[in-house]
């Protein structure tokens, strides 16, 4: 799977757009983007995932660069609850699922 | 959504005992599960795929022997540590892909965290 990029951390004000990027420099053709997150001491929740085309759902947006080396998640009115640790995570449609560091996204009051 | 539990949320035991984490999905068929390891301050780690009807597939550097998995149906994975020792200590989480949807599109169970004293 491609290695993926994250800043450690992150924060933004609750109501406002958080955008999260990640770099994928070395993604290969046949390999998604996924995002998850985590809040603390819970299992991960899938967010949103995408191949080329820009993707949204209720959660949250995905853009992917039209090189595709690198995407940015935006959670359209962070909330308090949105305060996690996300994963932004390459890999192909049947591979594993292989987590790195995540960026840790405080939303302050 | 699709929900996946696990059962115990939290388990204390004696060094040199076994435990058993059953993973469930509880509104959908799973022929494949996946288990993780979490330590503190640490990313998920893949322990192992889940497998109904066959062995489990271990990832490198995971002992088959001490971390036993049995995949009983279509709706329950099992992960037994034996001879749990506190270096064992850590948070447990399964996951299953949904049905009809990206195999990557997982559903994870709220996670067991496990304390060998």
């Known amino acids: 799977d491609a290695k993926t990029t994250q800043p450690p951390s992150m924060d933004c004000a609750e109501g406002r757009a958080a955008n999260l990027p990640c770099n994928h420099s070395t993604i290969s053709g046949n390999e998604y983007v996924y995002w998850y997150r985590q809040i603390h001491s819970q299992g991960p929740q899938y967010i949103i995932h995408?191949?080329?085309n820009n993707e949204t759902n209720e959660m949250a947006s995905l853009i992917i660069t039209e090189d595709r080396k690198s995407s940015t998640l935006i959670l359209p009115h962070a909330t308090l609850r949105d305060t996690a640790v996300y994963y932004c995570?390459?890999?192909?449609?049947?591979?594993?699922?292989?987590f790195g560091k995540g960026i840790t996204l405080s939303v302050r009051p | 959504g699709a929900v996946v539990s696990q059962h115990p949320s939290r388990v204390i035991c004696k060094s040199g005992t076994s435990v058993k984490i059953e993973c469930r999905s509880l509104?959908?068929?799973?022929?494949?599960m996946f288990w993780y390891r979490q330590f503190p301050k640490q990313s998920l780690m893949l322990m192992a795929t889940?497998?109904?009807?066959?062995?489990?597939?271990?990832e490198q550097g995971v002992e088959k022997d001490k971390f036993l998995i049995n995949h009983a149906s279509l709706t329950l994975s099992t992960l037994t540590v034996t001879s749990a020792h506190p270096e064992d200590s850590s948070f447990y989480i399964c996951?299953?892909?949904?049905?009809?949807?990206?195999?990557?599109?997982?559903?994870f169970g709220p996670g067991t965290r496990l304390t060998v004293l």
């Open positions: 995408g191949l080329k």
């Open positions: 995570i390459v890999t192909g449609a049947n591979s594993k699922l292989t």
């Open positions: 889940s497998n109904e009807g066959s062995k489990a597939t271990y």
């Open positions: 509104d959908f068929q799973a022929t494949t």
């Open positions: 996951s299953a892909p949904s049905s009809g949807g990206a195999y990557n599109e997982q559903f």
